[in-house]
């Protein structure tokens, strides 16, 4: 909408509603500290309500535009943000939905995360003084929405009264969503790539509008790691700035400590608030949702709350992720509530409306993937089922350690002992592959958001074919790969339940001074008839960057040839392993375009122009192993 009709629409609209319903809707104009205008609009029952409890979302997509991660709300699917705003005004509450700086109607210039936190608190601190709001402003949103939930809430605002955030809210974004392990997360590349080309700056301009059409995304990740001047965004130098300073600043520093990225460093500050931390198996955020709410429930008297789904990110409406079906319960609708406006409409009446007027949820609702048939279904997907279970901790309560060692064949050999080191010769076996970053293993899926056109998210079968990007013909499973390292139980005689957080302990060299390592959980489907080669499902992965082994903050070059112990992680999953099924275990050296690929120079890791074959060891014969957090079998579901 240009700001001229902005301008002229200064008093309250009916907004009409399918059924005979309506809504009314007012342009609210906020002025931040540094005198930028940002744009909102408020919605309620009746034009000027009286005073009540308001909800506050900021978004850079457009306040007016429909989301996909809004859910289905009745024939509207994703609905838009005024069918979604009725169901809450209908419920006594004002919504605010605002244009982040730079983005929509607001003013200024947009910079990727950094201006939330002020710009955040100062709208809520407005909103709090209006005569339509009681002095409770709460917050709502998912992906973006949510990093600018905990944003304002690292500063304090004094009068936030409860935080409803939905597959995002940086706990730190050095380790998850924008970095993991040291290594750079590729989607903030396409991110900035999509949402340069809908930017105001682009779209009143048609030569730079042409400019970007003509850009072919792909063949840039062809050539990487991108140079200023020398990148897609070049022609758009605001968002080419802001995406080359998160990928060149490699090492924890000042940068990723700032409010608005780095909650962990902020949670003395958060106003003491219920709060629902969401998220899913297939999203990038898992980690920090499970973080953000032990550590807020940990350090403040209010409850904090968390939902794990088995879905992609924001697709709570679907039973799928990628190639994999999780049956009638995976979706919200109709197992965790009616709908996901209903959810958090009721989620916030439990905090915010008087007392007894609706009972909170379970602190934990995670849903245990696996269980199904193992069929395809009529889609051709994979039927992986699956169930929600309640918790009181993240993981669950009755969860327990277990260790399986790398054996030298590819065994994973589960031990008795839970207390490694183990006991291991000194000149203990390995095995050895050449890690060529010209020819990295290609991403099949996993927890990525914002990727296409090169990467998507979910549960695929790790064998490529013409979908994924990096791959060509012969398609051959990655386990054929010589740069893969395969580790896989017997087929199991019981099942086996796996939740929350996965770490593996590695013994490595290398002859390159610097190199990474990665894991990747999977569940094998044996052969059957409509998966004559069976399925092996990825669960969950992770990396490290060899040069912050020992610290993110002071990286240090390898010695070649010396053994290093190493940990690398891997976010939270939740997974039933059926019997006769195998936990398989991946170990590489690369996962792109998911990750940036390590030059092996231990040079910058933006700009490099060289190239280096490392030859990579992992130490087997009890120096390295898996370990998984279980439940116990009376913990398994008996259908």
């Not at 894991?519 to 490290?544: R, W, Y």
């Not at 112990?565 to 996962?591: K, Q, Y």
Request: charged share 25%.
């Amino acid at each position: 909408m240009p700001v001229t009709e902005i301008e002229r629409e200064t008093e309250w609209q009916r907004v009409p509603l399918g059924g005979g319903r309506t809504c009314w809707r007012l342009v609210l104009r906020t002025r931040a500290r540094d005198g930028v205008l940002l744009i909102a609009d408020l919605y309620a029952d009746r034009p000027d309500p009286g005073p009540g409890p308001v909800i506050l979302e900021r978004t850079p997509y457009g306040r007016r535009d429909a989301r996909g991660s809004d859910g289905a709300l009745g024939a509207e699917n994703p609905p838009a943000p005024e069918t979604v705003a009725e169901v809450f005004t209908r419920g006594g509450y004002r919504i605010v939905r605002q244009d982040c700086r730079g983005r929509g109607d607001s003013e200024g210039t947009f910079v990727k995360y950094l201006n939330e936190a002020t710009d955040g608190y100062d709208t809520v601190e407005w909103i709090a003084q209006q005569p339509w709001c009681d002095g409770r402003v709460a917050t709502m949103g998912v992906s973006y929405s949510a990093h600018a939930q905990a944003a304002l809430a690292s500063l304090g605002a004094p009068h936030l009264a409860a935080m409803f955030l939905d597959s995002g809210g940086f706990a730190s974004a050095y380790e998850a969503g924008t970095r993991m392990g040291g290594a750079f997360e590729l989607k903030q590349a396409t991110w900035a790539f999509h949402r340069a080309k809908v930017s105001e700056t682009v779209r009143s301009d048609p030569a730079l509008r042409a400019a970007l059409d003509s850009e072919d995304l792909s063949a840039w990740f062809t050539r990487m790691p991108w140079r200023r001047g020398a990148s897609p965004l070049r022609f758009v130098p605001e968002y080419e700035d802001y995406l080359l300073e998160q990928w060149e600043n490699g090492a924890f520093g000042p940068y990723w400590q700032q409010p608005g990225i780095y909650a962990r460093g902020f949670y003395d500050d958060f106003p003491d608030v219920p709060s629902l931390h969401m998220s899913s198996w297939y999203d990038p955020y898992v980690r920090t949702a499970t973080e953000n709410f032990r550590e807020l429930g940990r350090k403040k008297r209010s409850p904090a709350y968390l939902v794990l789904g088995p879905w992609t990110h924001g697709k709570r409406s679907e039973t799928f992720a990628g190639d994999v079906d999780f049956g009638p319960h995976a979706r919200l609708e109709g197992n965790l509530d009616e709908h996901y406006a209903a959810m958090r409409l009721r989620w916030f009446d439990a905090h915010l409306a008087p007392e007894g007027m609706a009972e909170p949820p379970p602190l934990v609702q995670y849903f245990l993937m696996g269980g199904g048939s193992g069929r395809r279904t009529a889609e051709g997907r994979l039927d992986h089922g699956g169930h929600w279970r309640t918790a009181t901790t993240w993981p669950p309560e009755e969860s327990k350690s277990l260790t399986f060692e790398l054996g030298r064949t590819g065994a994973l050999t589960e031990l008795a002992t839970t207390k490694p080191p183990f006991e291991a010769a000194a000149d203990a076996p390995f095995l050895e592959y050449d890690f060529d970053p010209r020819d990295p293993v290609p991403t099949l899926g996993g927890q990525v958001t914002s990727g296409e056109p090169v990467m998507s998210g979910g549960a695929f079968h790790q064998h490529p074919d013409e979908r994924f990007f990096g791959t060509s013909e012969p398609h051959l499973p990655l386990d054929s790969r010589p740069d893969v390292l395969v580790f896989q139980t017997p087929p199991l005689t019981e099942d086996l339940a796996t939740a929350g957080p996965i770490t593996v302990h590695l013994a490595v060299s290398s002859t390159a001074v610097d190199t990474d390592f990665t894991v990747k959980l999977i569940d094998v489907h044996p052969p059957s008839e409509d998966c004559p080669q069976g399925f092996a499902m990825n669960l969950t992965d992770g990396i490290l960057r060899c040069r912050y082994r020992d610290s993110f903050s002071d990286p240090e070059l390898m010695t070649p040839g010396e053994v290093y112990e190493i940990t690398v992680e891997a976010p939270d999953t939740a997974n039933l392993f059926l019997a006769g099924h195998r936990v398989r275990l991946d170990v590489s050296s690369s996962n792109f375009p998911r990750f940036d690929v390590n030059a092996n120079t231990g040079g910058p890791e933006i700009g490099d122009r060289r190239k280096v074959v490392a030859t990579n060891r992992v130490y087997v014969g009890g120096r390295s192993w898996l370990t998984l957090p279980v439940l116990g079998r009376k913990d398994l579901p008996d259908d």
